[in-house]
């Protein structure tokens, strides 16, 4: 019985232990992905080709208010992205599995694409996935916020 109860608590630590490293290891997923999502917003306002393909699925699909668009198409129109400044906040990293991560964020900043303005608050969320062991964004989407509400009259 007592041996029973010693293999019990081994058990019990050992998974504990395998727990414990996956939580770390998602930790540490968790900051690469946030980070991801940094370069990438850098590379499309420096028009970075490189580091943008590098970091986004090439068969990649993006969503906004004009409807969706092939990550071939733009990066052929990368060029008429203007951003003049920019910044991401209140991120967050959901679990789909151990393979996939949606990261959710707030993007603020300013700019033109074809020379019409960007919404100065957009929230985003990009789906993540790991693919032959490197992480890459396979769909991305962007909703413009909403204006406050008209303040009411006393």
Known sequence: MRSTGCVAVLLMLGCSAVAVAQAGSK???EKALI???NKVSEAVAKHDVKTFTDLV???GMSADGMGFMKVADFVKSMNDVKIA???IMDTQVH???DKTAVVTYTWMGSG???GEPFPPTTYASTVWTERNGKWVAVFHQESAAAPP??????
Request: net charge positive; no cysteine.
């Open 27 to 29: 930790a540490a997923t």
């Open 35 to 37: 980070a991801n999502e």
């Open 57 to 59: 699925a090439s068969d």
């Open 85 to 87: 400044s920019w910044h």
């Open 95 to 97: 679990w789909v599995d």
């Open 112 to 114: 033109t694409f074809k």
């Open 149 to 154: 509400p008209p303040t009411k009259k006393k």
